[in-house]
Every structure is written in C-alpha cells, then in structure tokens.
C-alpha cells in the first residue's frame, strides 16, 4: 500500500518515531466476532493489521474488509480538519474552520436552543464503533448534563433481543466455541460466512466431525449453500415455522418432560398454541414444502431421542420483520422443550452481550440528570420525527441533532422523509466522522473523528464471551479527535465543569468494567475471558423472573400483548398485493458493514454495484436478464439497481444487498428509499426485510 499521509501522521506525534513495534487492539465494528487485532507499525505509520493469533476466537484469522484496514485508514478522503457548511443544505459544500471557532459556534448555538428547551437538542448514534468509550460515554455525560432527549436504540437488535429477555431471561446463551462439538446446528436468520466469519469456523469444525447444518434463510446465501439443508421461508414467518416444528415434537413425542416440567413456565398453554400449527398449515404460510419442515423437526427431535446436542445460531436477520420480537420468542422455546441446554453444545445463541458486566452508569453518570427525565425519540423513526412539529405529545420540535458513529440517510428507513427532515434550513446538524458521508453533507458542521487505530477503547462483544481493550497504535491524523475529547472540549465550552468531564480515556476504559474484570489482563493481553459455566442452564437458572425458560410471559401479557409466542403476520405479506407482489430484503453485503466500507474502493470493486437478486421465473415475468438496470418501487419511493437473475433468490423475493452510500448508488439513492418507518412487535424496532415492492427493466441489459 501506498502512504501518502506520513508527514501528517508525523507532524500529529510531535516528532518522528523510527521504531517498527506491533500494538495489541479490537476491531471496533458492529459485528458478532469483535476480533483482537495486531497492528504493525513502522516509523509512526500503520503498515499492517492481521487479527492476533494468540486470541482464540479470532484465531489469526480476520475478514477482508478489516484485513484492509490501513486502506480505510489512511484514505484519501479522511476528514482531517473542522468543516464549517458553505453551500445549501445537503449540497455537501464545506470549508475548514478551526477547532476553537467549530467548537465556540456549536456552543453558543446548543446553549441558545438548551435555553429554550434542552429537549430540542437529539443525540444520534450507533454502532459505526462499537467501543464502551467512543460509544456512550463521554457523550452521555455529556447529553445527560445538558438534559436532551434520550434516543432509543433500536436501528438493529431490539426485537429480537426483547424477545429473548422475555423468554430466557436476556442477551443469553451458549458458549460460541461449543459450537464445533455439535451434532446438529441450525443457522437461523444468519448468513455467517459473510456476518459471522468465526462462528463459521467452529460449524466447519462440527461438520467435519459429522454435524448437519440447516440454514433458514429466504435467500441462498454463501451460508445456506454450504449446509446440508436450505429452508428457503418468506421472509416474517419463522415463528410460523418454530411453532409447526413443536407441533411435531409433541406429535412424535420427541419432548424432554423432565426438562420442561422442572425448568420452563407455560407449558400447557404453549403445547395448546403449537398443536394449531400443523405442518400443513406453516407449509402454508412459510411457503416451503411441508417435508421440509417435518424434516427439520425429525432432526431436532433425534437429537433428543439419541441425546446428542442439537445447537441454534440465531442472528438478527429474522427479527427485522413485524412480528420479529415473537419469532425470536418462538426460536427461544426450543432448546427447552428437548433438554437441548442440558449440555454445552447444545441451546441457542442469539446474542452474548448480555453476560458483559459493563458499568453504564459509570460510564454515563445518569445523576447529571439532576432528576430530569427527558423525552425519548426512537431512532428507528427519525424520518418522522424531524419533520413533526412542536406538540403536547410530542415535545418540542427537534432544533438540533449530533450525529456520531452513525449514518442515518443511508441506514435510516424511508430515507425520503429522512432526508426532507436533514434538509430543513432550521435545523441544526452536527456530524462527527472519519469521512462526508451521505448524512455528513448535511452537517452544518462536520467535525474529524478518530479511528480505532488511534483512540482507546475497551469493547464487549455479542458473538463471543471475551472482553478487549484497544490501544491506540499511531496518533491521530491531521487534526482528527476522538468522540470523547470533542464532547469533552464542547462540555467545557458549555460551562459543564463536574469533575468527571475531565476523565481521560484510559480512565474511562477502567470504569466501563470497574473490578470486575481484571484490567491489568487486558492491558497485558488484549482480552479477558468471562468466567461463565459451560452449561449455563443444564439446571434451569434462566435469568427471568421466574428464573425458568418462559413460554409464558407476564411481562409481555403485561404489555397488552399476547403472552405466548404466536406468528404475527407482517405489515406487508408476501404475495398479498396485486400492486407490489415481491417482497423484497435488503441484507448485509459481505465485503461492506452496514454503511461504512463502501468508499473504499477495494471493496467496492469487488462488490461492483448496488444489485438485486431476482429468481428467473420473477425476471422473465418482467423481461428482466441478468445485467438489467431496473426500477426498484413501491408507495414510498423508488430507486435502480443492477439486476441479477440469481438462485440466491427464491421466487417472489427480491435480496437487495448492502447498505450503499446513497451517492455511490446508480441514481442518488438506496435501498433505505423503500423501506417503512413502521416499527416490530416488541422492543420498537424496525422493519427493514417487511417491504413489498415491484421491479421494472428501464433496460434490457448493458452486457
Ligand atoms: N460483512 C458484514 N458483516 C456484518 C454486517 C454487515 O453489514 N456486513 N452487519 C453486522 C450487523 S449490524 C449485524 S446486526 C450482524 C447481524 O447481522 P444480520 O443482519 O443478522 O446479518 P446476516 O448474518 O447477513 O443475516 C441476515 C440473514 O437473514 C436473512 N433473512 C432476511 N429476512 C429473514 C427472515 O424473515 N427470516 C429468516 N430466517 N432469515 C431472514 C437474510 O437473507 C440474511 O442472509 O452482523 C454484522 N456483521
Ligand atoms: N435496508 C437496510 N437498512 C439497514 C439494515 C439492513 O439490513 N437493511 N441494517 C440495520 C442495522 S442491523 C444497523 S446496525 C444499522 C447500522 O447503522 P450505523 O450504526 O449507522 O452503521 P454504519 O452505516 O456502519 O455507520 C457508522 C458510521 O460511523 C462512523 N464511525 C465509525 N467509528 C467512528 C468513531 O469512532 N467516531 C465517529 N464519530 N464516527 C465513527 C463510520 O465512519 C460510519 O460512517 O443499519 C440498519 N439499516
Ligand atoms: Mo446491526
């Protein structure tokens, strides 16, 4: 790799440093295998990151798009000084402002607004770094202080994640290493090649040592196309599925009795629930044939009769639907019902995040509240929500919105109205990022983050069960700011002078755990395994209320809804709509990550351009060949992509992959142009994969 930014990094060090040293850190991004990294760097200059081989769950090995991380680095197109907008609007116009005059205008501009109403002002952020530090923790000091509205954080995971707590009791489950002593494992809702690399190399190992793989998926994914089975459902009927898989367990009477009398709450009713799902009937629904699902259930229920362990890889693919927080309630029921946690390889993983023992209060110092409690905006609905005016209901107009590890015109749903809402005159819009993203041209003022590879950070991670710490391995381009110290310089500009806006980072990254896990481990090593038991619900012990695996839930009862978990049909069901007949999905693309990735250009090229797997029967239907621009549209917008008449699909779905930067795409914008604003079942979360749309040939083929 070419580096053409060595004075800037040298010139930010203060003096050249000549040494070639490897330093210990963690990928930072939204993705189940948070990998230890080992960056070598040689007179100041990042030259290499290779994933650390003494970490057992990276094992050396790390994806494409992070083993080119030097090129993301050091792009060209870095921000690296404070812009200030010059242009309209959106128009992407900037020019460079100093840090103090950046830093005095926000001020002034978020203390007029907090005058009025601190309730105006809207943090919003994500997972662009998954980092405990560079996340939420001087930032939520920093909002809490100021008292602005509370963002709900539901853009991913909340569905699913409420429909486990409901049932197991939270973001629980099995050991992800177990895996490869499995005899039986069913990727559900996960294409774990491209989304899960290294849980991929445990289920490698169980089938080279004969475990069947079964993938649930619309989409023939790189995953499902190296399992033994493929269930192709449509998209929002897995708890359909799960419902007509215990309907064959009772049938044949594959059952644990001893398990489910002893550790589970619910059962008659459950049972009761389930024998309305025959096989038939989910057949129906699911849109599979029904040996498959009366397969399906033969292997799970063998697994019980001959005592081998049957494991499910649940990922968040299948809650982004309607009725997802049930589906994952569903999913969550059938370890129990065979005793599947009795042993280590077998139960369920969804999400491990759950077992971190992290110290949030710590980190965001509720008690600046002061007794406050404001509003909170759901992300999910942000299109919305800057374009409502001030209401009772409501609350004030949002007058300003901060914007950190997060691109919301790109990721956003019904990017139509989130864009109306970025382009209002009256709003006041800060961006803090590595580059100008789609959301970043609408900054009023952009300001130059820092990079993994030059902050501190400690990170908990959701498909493992270790803890890492992340060291800065060079200092940080040209003027380039972690997120900590910005809101750290701004809380002083804003008068805030509790003692805790003074923490430095490494301060911070001690709190995140405080003892309870050894901070002198990560230090020395990079990661800290948690001490958690192999089985953990061998014995019951469920983290619920009633400590059992819950059927039945009273808080969910509680809630208004239905207790048991059942199939909740989408908003917009496939094959209900004469208008828009394919229902369409839009999932991750293997060499991007969400929206960052996609402006760098190695990764690009291998992915080429925004496309849409059509099944041939969908593509002759419309005069659609391989290579096609074509329309993408339904009532909320349009936007074009490149056909491919691929197996991947199945007939009556469309697979949009990727989250393209809406100004890399064909035509301005992305697939987010499509999706609805409507929210999940459970946990307010979004309904990417609920969409219907049709698909024209504007032309025929450009081969
Ligand atoms: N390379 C790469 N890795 C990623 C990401 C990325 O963008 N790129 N994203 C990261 C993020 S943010 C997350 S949240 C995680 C997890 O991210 P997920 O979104 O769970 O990612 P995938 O593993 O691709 O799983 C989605 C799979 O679910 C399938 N699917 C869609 N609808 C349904 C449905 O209704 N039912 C079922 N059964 N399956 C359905 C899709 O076809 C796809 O194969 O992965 C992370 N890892
Ligand atoms: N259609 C459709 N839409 C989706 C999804 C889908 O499957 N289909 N998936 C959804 C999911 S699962 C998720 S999680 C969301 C993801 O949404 P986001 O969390 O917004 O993820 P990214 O698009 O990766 O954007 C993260 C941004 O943070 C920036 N960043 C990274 N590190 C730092 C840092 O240290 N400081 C600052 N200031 N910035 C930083 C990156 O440059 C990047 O631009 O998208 C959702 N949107
Ligand atoms: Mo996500």
């Known amino acids: 790799m070419h580096i053409t930014l060595t004075n800037l990094t040298e010139a930010a060090a203060g003096q050249p440093d000549l040494t070639t040293r490897q330093v210990r850190g963690a990928c930072p991004h939204d993705c189940p295998d948070t990998c230890s990294l080992l960056t070598t760097v040689e007179n100041g200059i990042a030259t290499r990151v290779q994933g650390n081989p003494d970490h057992p769950?990276?094992?050396?090995?790390?994806?494409?798009?992070?083993?080119?991380?030097?090129?993301?680095?050091?792009?060209?197109?870095?921000?690296?000084?404070?812009?200030?907008?010059?242009?309209?609007?959106?128009?992407?116009?900037?020019?460079?402002?100093?840090?103090?005059?950046?830093?005095?205008?926000?001020?002034?501009?978020?203390?007029?607004?907090?005058?009025?109403?601190?309730?105006?002002?809207?943090?919003?952020?994500?997972?662009?770094?998954?980092?405990?530090?560079?996340?939420?923790?001087?930032?939520?000091?920093?909002f809490n202080r100021l008292g602005a509205s509370f963002l709900d954080r539901t853009i991913c995971a909340t569905a699913g994640s409420e429909g486990l707590t409901q049932t197991l009791g939270g973001k629980v489950g099995m050991r992800v290493e177990f895996f490869a002593q499995a005899k039986l494992i069913i990727i559900w809702g996960s294409n774990a090649i491209g989304s899960n690399l290294h849980f991929w190399r445990y289920?490698?190992?169980?089938?080279?040592?004969?475990?069947?793989?079964?993938?649930?998926?619309?989409?023939?994914?790189?995953?499902?196309?190296?399992?033994?089975?493929?269930?192709?459902?449509?998209?929002?009927?897995?708890?359909?599925?799960?419902?007509?898989?215990?309907?064959?367990?009772?049938?044949?009477?594959?059952?644990?009795?001893?398990?489910?009398?002893?550790?589970?709450?619910?059962w008659d009713a459950l049972r009761e629930r389930a024998l309305q799902w025959s096989p038939e009937r989910a057949a129906q629904v699911c849109g599979?044939?029904?040996?498959?699902?009366?397969?399906?259930?033969?292997?799970?229920?063998?697994?019980?009769?001959?005592?081998?362990?049957?494991?499910?890889?649940?990922n968040y693919g299948m809650q982004r639907v309607r009725g997802g927080g049930n589906a994952a309630r569903a999913v969550a029921c059938l370890p129990a019902l065979i005793g599947a946690w009795r042993q280590r390889a077998g139960g369920m993983l969804l999400s491990s995040s759950g077992l971190f023992p992290v110290d949030k209060a710590a980190l965001q110092r509720p008690e600046l509240l002061a007794g406050r409690s404001p509003r909170t905006i759901n992300m999910s609905t942000l299109g919305d929500d800057l374009l409502r005016p001030s209401s009772p209901d409501f609350g004030p107009q949002v007058e300003a919105l901060i914007v950190y590890n997060s691109n919301p015109v790109a990721v956003a749903p019904e990017s139509g109205k989130v864009v109306q809402g970025f382009a209002r005159e009256d709003l006041f819009t800060v961006v803090l990022e590595h580059f100008q993203t789609d959301t970043a041209d609408y900054a009023d003022y952009l300001l130059p983050a820092t990079t993994q590879l030059e902050h501190w950070d400690v990170h908990s991670a959701y498909g493992h069960t270790d803890a890492?710490?992340?060291?800065?391995?060079?200092?940080?381009?040209?003027?380039?700011?972690?997120?900590?110290?910005?809101?750290?310089?701004?809380?002083?500009?804003?008068?805030?002078?509790?003692?805790?806006?003074?923490?430095?980072?490494?301060?911070?990254?001690?709190?995140?755990?405080?003892?309870?896990?050894?901070?002198?481990?990560?230090?020395?090593?990079?990661?800290?395994?948690?001490?958690?038991?192999?089985?953990?619900?061998?014995?019951?012990?469920?983290?619920?209320?009633?400590?059992?695996?819950e059927f039945f839930s009273a808080r969910v009862a509680a809630m208004g809804l239905d207790g048991l978990p059942d199939h909740v049909a989408n908003y917009e069901v496939p094959g209900s709509s004469k208008e828009f007949p394919l229902a369409m999905i839009s999932p991750p693309a293997r060499n991007f990550l969400n929206s960052s990735f996609v402006?760098?250009?190695?990764?690009?090229?291998?992915?080429?351009?925004?496309?849409?797997?059509?099944?041939?029967?969908?593509?002759?239907?419309?005069?659609?060949?391989?290579g096609s621009i074509v329309k993408v549209f339904n009532q909320r917008g349009e936007y074009r992509v490149k056909a491919q008449v691929s197996k991947r699909a199945r007939p009556g779905v469309v697979n949009s992959l990727g989250i393209w930067w809406r100004k890399l795409g064909l035509d301005g914008t992305n697939v987010n142009q499509l999706t609805s604003q409507q929210l999940t079942d459970l946990g307010r979360g979004p309904v990417f994969y609920d969409c219907l749309v049709e698909v024209q040939a504007e032309t025929p083929s450009n081969m």
């Open 203 to 266: 289920a490698q190992q169980a089938k080279r040592d004969g475990a069947k793989l079964i993938c649930i998926d619309p989409r023939k994914s790189e995953t499902a196309e190296k399992c033994q089975e493929h269930i192709a459902l449509l998209p929002g009927t897995d708890a359909a599925l799960a419902l007509a898989l215990m309907h064959e367990l009772i049938k044949h009477d594959w059952l644990d009795h001893d398990y489910i009398a002893q550790h589970t709450l619910g």
């Open 599 to 626: 402006n760098v250009k190695s990764l690009r090229d291998i992915e080429g351009e925004p496309v849409l797997e059509i099944h041939e029967q969908d593509a002759a239907a419309r005069g659609i060949v391989s």
């Open 57 to 142: 769950q990276t094992g050396g090995v790390l994806c494409n798009k992070v083993s080119r991380y030097t090129e993301r680095t050091y792009h060209p197109e870095r921000l690296l000084t404070p812009m200030k907008r010059t242009g309209p609007k959106g128009s992407g116009q900037f020019e460079s402002v100093s840090w103090d005059a950046a830093l005095s205008d926000i001020a002034t501009r978020l203390q007029a607004i907090a005058a009025r109403n601190p309730e105006a002002i809207l943090p919003y952020s994500y997972a662009g770094t998954m980092g405990q530090v560079q996340g939420e923790s001087m930032a939520g000091r920093f």
């Open 468 to 549: 890492l710490l992340n060291r800065p391995a060079i200092a940080p381009l040209g003027q380039a700011k972690p997120n900590t110290q910005i809101f750290r310089e701004l809380a002083a500009r804003m008068g805030f002078n509790e003692p805790c806006f003074a923490d430095d980072d490494e301060t911070l990254c001690r709190a995140a755990y405080g003892d309870k896990i050894d901070f002198q481990q990560l230090l020395d090593q990079g990661f800290a395994t948690l001490k958690l038991p192999d089985a953990p619900f061998a014995n019951g012990g469920f983290p619920t209320p009633s400590g059992k695996c």
């Open 288 to 314: 599979v044939p029904v040996e498959q699902i009366r397969s399906l259930a033969y292997d799970y229920g063998q697994c019980f009769v001959n005592q081998q362990p049957a494991a499910i890889r649940l």
